[in-house]
Each structure stands twice: as structure tokens, then as C-alpha cells.
């Protein structure tokens, strides 16, 4: 558990630190290096926050070398009335800035970061930096039950990898959303504790119980694991329903489903109830259902 803990806490900077307790016991080795290095919001260090006085909509800063690709990703998440739905809601909010871009760090994972409120705390602006090649790599279950899931349908060729990529873009999605709803003093707050709890941690031999970390905690809402864990797990919620009306008419969408379910239950067990209830929405499941 306290390496598991302590490889997060040095890998991950503030709007990224996830890991679960069930989780920790079974994979106490295992802290998912790369999938959270791809997420890291390091990768958008050289990107500039979108300008708030442009009239808002989605701003696709998208290179030549990465056009076609980028396209197919696109119009793979826009096959969806919730990718469509949400797409939409952002291209025509005149008060945000969503820009989208494609970069080889990170090459098969995604970050989402580059937050700018305005003055009267609203979200105004957020940056979604795609790896070239997010058609690609499958990150691991335990931390990500949903893009996990895919895996063998993939390998299997009964999905393309441009469905992988669009399930990756909606769960970046969700983390723009989930910020959307966090107010900017709640957030800088966990951005300037973090790193303070962190070092407390790594140096008073890795004890949870400190009366600090526990303050710490307190104000922040949670200690570092369980913030990143919450956005990560909202992240894939949201891949969760471009993935319901995805797969809605393929005949393995019973098999699928119950893949990501037996994975929550596993390792996200008190996030269960995020999934159970997308799964239950009309049309997610048609003959299978989630108990």
C-alpha cells in the first residue's frame, strides 16, 4: 500500500491522484506508471491558455501531420447522440474555450488541463491535448475499468482502434465537465496543498494518520488519491455513455457491460453507483441489465 501510494504521489502533480483501497491491497506493486504519466498535465506545459475574449466555441489547433487521424477520432465520437450532444454543447457556449490538440508526448493517452476561470468563477477555458496515437494502448483495468474493457473487442477486430481513441476523447470530456463544476477557489486550494501534503507524507514514513495530512485532508476535500481518484473515475463515467450508445445494437453490448461492471465491483467499489446508473439508463443495455 505505501509504495503503491508513494510511487502516485511522486508520478502525479495536483488535478491527477487516483488510486483505490481495494485496489492497493490487491496490486500493491502495480501503481499504473504509464497510464498516469499519459494523463499527466505536464504534457501541456507548452500550450498557452485558449483567449477569453475570443466568442468561446471549440478551437481545433490541429497540425497537418495529424489532421486525418484527428478526423477519424472525431466523427467516431460524433457517431453518438451523447458525443454529438456534448460536442455541440461546448461548439456553441459563447462564454468557453475549449481547444483541442493533437502532440506526440503521451502518445497514447490524453490530458485534459489548462483551466482559466473568469472573475465571477466561471470555467471559461480548458485544453485537451490527444496523443497521436490514442487509437492505440489500453490502460489498466484496475484504474480504468471502461477504456479497459475494450481490449479484447479490439484485439478481436470487432471494433476499430478509432472506437478506443473516441472512448479516450469522452473521457476527457468528462474531466472538463467534472472541473465545470468545481469552483476555482476549491481548486487552487488542492493545487497549493498537495504538494504541502505530499511531503509531509514522504517524510513522517508514509503515515495517513498524521493530524496534519488528516487537516490537510479535510480542507481539500479529500487526500491527494482520493481527488485524482474521483475525476478519474467521472472521466470514465463519461466514456461509459459514449460507450452505451456506442455498442447499443452490437450483439456483444451484454459481454462488454458486464466486463466494466465486474471491474467496478472489483477495484471501484464505492463508485459503483456513477456506473450502475448509466448502465440502467434507457437504451444502454436493451436485454442485460446492471444489479
Known amino acids: 500500500m505505501f509504495v503503491l501510494l508513494t510511487s502516485l504521489l511522486l508520478l502525479l502533480p495536483s488535478e491527477h491522484l487516483r ?4 485496489s492497493r491491497q490487491k496490486h500493491p506493486t502495480e501503481p499504473a506508471t504509464r497510464e498516469l504519466t499519459e494523463t499527466s498535465p505536464r504534457a501541456l506545459e507548452l500550450y498557452a491558455y485558449p483567449d477569453p475574449t ?18 477519424e477520432w472525431r466523427d467516431e465520437f460524433l457517431s453518438t447522440e451523447i458525443g454529438r450532444t456534448q460536442w455541440e454543447m461546448y461548439m ?3 462564454h468557453f474555450v475549449l481547444t483541442i490538440s493533437v502532440g506526440r508526448n503521451n502518445a497514447n493517452g490524453a490530458a485534459t488541463g489548462k483551466y482559466k476561470w473568469d472573475e465571477s468563477g466561471h470555467l471559461i477555458a480548458a485544453t485537451i491535448m490527444l496523443g497521436s496515437r490514442i487509437n492505440e494502448g489500453f490502460p489498466s483495468s484496475v484504474y480504468y475499468p471502461v477504456m479497459n474493457a475494450l481490449q479484447p473487442y479490439e484485439a478481436s477486430k470487432v471494433i476499430s482502434g478509432n472506437v478506443l481513441a473516441a472512448t479516450k476523447i469522452a473521457h476527457e470530456f468528462g474531466h472538463v465537465m467534472k472541473i465545470g463544476s468545481t469552483t476555482e477557489a ?15 507524507f514522504l517524510s513522517n514514513g508514509y503515515n495517513t494518520n498524521d493530524p496534519r495530512l488528516v487537516e490537510l485532508a479535510q480542507q481539500m476535500g479529500g487526500n491527494p488519491v482520493e ?31 458486464n466486463r466494466i461492471k465486474q471491474t467496478v465491483e472489483e477495484y471501484a467499489k464505492p463508485y459503483e453507483e456513477r456506473f450502475a446508473e448509466i448502465a440502467k439508463s434507457q437504451g444502454a443495455i436493451y436485454s442485460c441489465s446492471w444489479r
Not at 468561446?56 to 486525418?68: C, L, P, Q, V
Not at 476549491?186 to 509531509?200: F, G
Open 19 to 22: 488510486a483505490t483501497a481495494d
Open 54 to 71: 475570443d466568442t468561446g466555441g471549440i478551437r481545433e489547433a490541429i497540425s497537418k501531420e495529424y489532421k486525418t487521424q484527428y478526423q
Open 92 to 94: 456553441k457556449n459563447p
Open 186 to 200: 476549491a481548486y487552487a486550494l488542492q493545487v497549493k496543498l498537495v504538494p504541502v501534503y505530499n511531503k509531509i
Open 227 to 257: 481527488i485524482w481518484e474521483d475525476r478519474e473515475y467521472w472521466g470514465e463515467a463519461n466514456a461509459m455513455l459514449y460507450l452505451r450508445d456506442r455498442v447499443a445494437k452490437e450483439r456483444f453490448h451484454c459481454k462488454l457491460f
